[in-house]
């Protein structure tokens, strides 16, 4: 639930931007017209043009987003982002006027259209208006996005030092190293993360509070704790002696769906080589691993997802109601099948299915298991269904609620997530993404009785890899290679 409503901050944030960018141009162009005293053009289309809104806004937000300006900054400073912000604007501003340049945008021509050909396009920028229009622009950009980031964040802080928005953690370590990442994050409640317990950095311990806060469990206990007490991200604030033990603590932090993060006490060689650094009141933070659903990514992949859901649904809804029709005459129980699966953060959530079995209620005696291929339990449409994934159509409705996405990893149930979890590691980094109708591993083959080692491959490449063009290019696949396979069943 936090990580969809950073999408909505993030959502808000980029479109409180684009407003502050188009204020920015106007400002520029209403200064343009006073000084040189031009008169308002009699074009509407020109009001868009002339302030260049339609080159700036796409262009200062790619900016922002190369910049990571999009993604979680609890722990970073204000400073910090208001010179990023800055840094932006500068790219930004010479993208914008190389932009004009390659387009031949009239803002720029200035009457050289009449005085020749392209051969003029060294000139353009020799008009004295449009010197004094970017160069206003250039003043405007930083100030108009920069002040809007400080109320912003100066809004936030508050919320969240009155109790909202807040990001719960466990600190890992109840040393010296841990009451100093305790006492940081207590300091500096603007970032909203709150320590929920500690852990201690020691096997067992007979510890129950540090700093006014429980803890927990000792590290025999770490895995246990956190299945019972669920946080949002894990803080390693463990004493140089240990250090050798990171690399096995990571490993183990690999089967629960949350950010870690490493205080550093420890020797270089010790640490993974590919971290985000952080800073907070002097003291360095260690991103080892966060989703990549976080930021403006998130908020674009939410986009491409309700507006695919909504596309499929008018071109599939005839089927639908065909496939419901013959699902009705196959025998006795429900048309839409529901069943609790895990999607991210761990968060359940019943996934729609059309009805493809007998009986809905048999594994009360046999418990959770796969499908096999030749299945008795399969009705006979049920068989066409799957092998042609048309039973998966209702799912729509789950990407629409936001449990799914279009695509990601398909989502498992929670019965097997236990088990797969201690046989497989980096099993729970597939809930750093939103399960998905279709996905990598799909598209590849590796649907229904398939090697789990493969898939989970292939899933991790994914997440890894992620790009709203790696989404596009898989559903571009998906209706050659998803739907008809060899191994659904």
Sequence with gaps: MLKQKHQVFVALLGGADALAVAGACYTAWAARLIAFDESLPANWESYFRAPLVLFAVPIVLYSLLVCKLYRPRRDRSIVGEVGQVFKASVVALALIVVTLWAVGSDFLIQGVREAGGPWYLGQRLASEPARFQLAILALALPLYVGSLRLVFRASLRRLRRRGWNLRHVAIVGVGRLGQITARTLQRNSWTGISVSYFISHHETTRRTTCLGSPIRAGLADLERTLDEHPIDAVYLALPARQSAELPAMLRTLERHAVDVRIVPDVHPRYLPQSMTVGELEGMPILSYRESPMNGLGGVSKRVLDVLGACFALLVFSPLMLLVAGLVRLSGPGPIIFRQKRVSLGGEVFSIYKFRTMREVDDERETGPRWTSRGDPRITRIGHLLRQTSLDELP????????????????????????????????????????????????INGL???????????????????????????????????????RNAM
């Design 395 to 442: 799912q729509l409705f789950n990407v629409i609620r936001g449990d799914m996405s279009l695509v990601g990893p398909r989502p498992e149930r929670p019965e097997l997530i236990t088990q797969f979890r201690e046989d497989w590691r980096g099993y729970m980094l597939r809930q750093h993404v939103k399960a998905g109708i279709t996905g990598w591993a799909q």
């Design 447 to 485: 649907r229904g009785d398939t090697s789990l080692r493969k898939r989970l491959q292939y899933d991790l490449f994914y997440i890894r890899h992620w790009s709203l063009w790696f989404d596009l290019r898989i559903l571009f696949v998906t209706p050659f290679r998803g739907f008809v396979h």
